[in-house]
T-cell receptor, first 113, second 113 residues
Framework: DAGVTQSPTHLIKTRGQQVTLRCSPI?????VSWYQQVLGQGPQFIFQ???????GRGNFPDRFSARQFPNYSSELNVNALLLGDSALYLC????????????FGEGSRLTVL | GNSVTQMEGPVTLSEEAFLTINCTYT??????LFWYVQYPGEGLQLLLK?????DKGSNKGFEATYRKETTSFHLEKGSVQVSDSAVYFC????????????FGAGTRLFVKA
């Protein structure tokens, strides 16, 4: 069975640009969450989507947005990139909105120059 | 707000040594507690979990007990192997403002042969 897949795996952008990251959850999972992991730190919660609705939002600026599609895949968009946005962006899926166990993809590593 | 604090690493042990990684939490209500592990070159994966006070989670020889009185969830293993070298994250579920998982900063473990 396919796990959580994310694309692209690596990308380099310059300040001020915009980026879109994509995630496909495990088949049957209806919840997708996004996390930002800066080198040497634990993942920080950005968004949770369940059944195409936003169910939670972390302490991130409005430059960060996301959506979930009818097939439960998801996109994370970041506008007006800053150097500090350089990080590993992790997508996690789970069966339900309040299911404790998260299944993570391997992440998209974003470098902002 | 809710938070997780875990011991700083790196932790370096010889094979067959006893492992303890300390984790304490601050939370309102009764969160579920987790340990996630990130092996080199791989994504985050759930190692074990406990959903209520005095529960013991266990997997692959690792154990952790949910201690409400000390707000702790320390990870232990009686005899580590080189293959246990990884980064370990303590985490809790948080249902305020939507469902999310809050992670500690991670503890890197090196096991020498």
């Amino acid at each position: 069975d396919a796990g959580v897949t994310q694309s692209p795996t690596h990308l380099i952008k310059t300040r001020g640009q915009q980026v879109t990251l994509r995630c496909s959850p495990i088949s049957g999972h209806k919840s997708v969450s996004w996390y930002q992991q800066v080198l040497g730190q634990g993942p920080q919660f950005i968004f949770q989507y369940y059944e195409k609705e936003e169910r939670g939002r972390g302490n991130f600026p409005d430059r960060f947005s996301a959506r979930q599609f009818p097939n439960y895949s998801s996109e994370l968009n970041v506008n007006a990139l800053l150097l500090g946005d350089s990080a590993l962006y992790l997508c996690a899926s789970s069966l339900g909105a309040a299911t404790g166990e998260l299944f993570f993809g391997e992440g998209s590593r974003l470098t902002v120059l | 707000g809710n938070s997780v604090t875990q011991m700083e690493g790196p932790v370096t042990l010889s094979e067959e040594a006893f492992l303890t990684i300390n984790c304490t939490y601050t939370a309102t209500g009764y969160p579920s507690l987790f340990w996630y592990v990130q092996y080199p070159g791989e994504g985050l994966q759930l190692l074990l979990k406990a959903t209520k006070a005095d529960d013991k989670g266990s997997n692959k020889g690792f154990e952790a007990t949910y201690r409400k009185e000390t707000t702790s969830f320390h990870l232990e293993k009686g005899s580590v192997q080189v293959s246990d070298s990884a980064v370990y994250f303590c985490a809790l579920s948080d249902q305020t403002g939507g469902f999310k998982t809050i992670f500690g900063a991670g503890t890197r473990l090196f096991v020498k042969a």
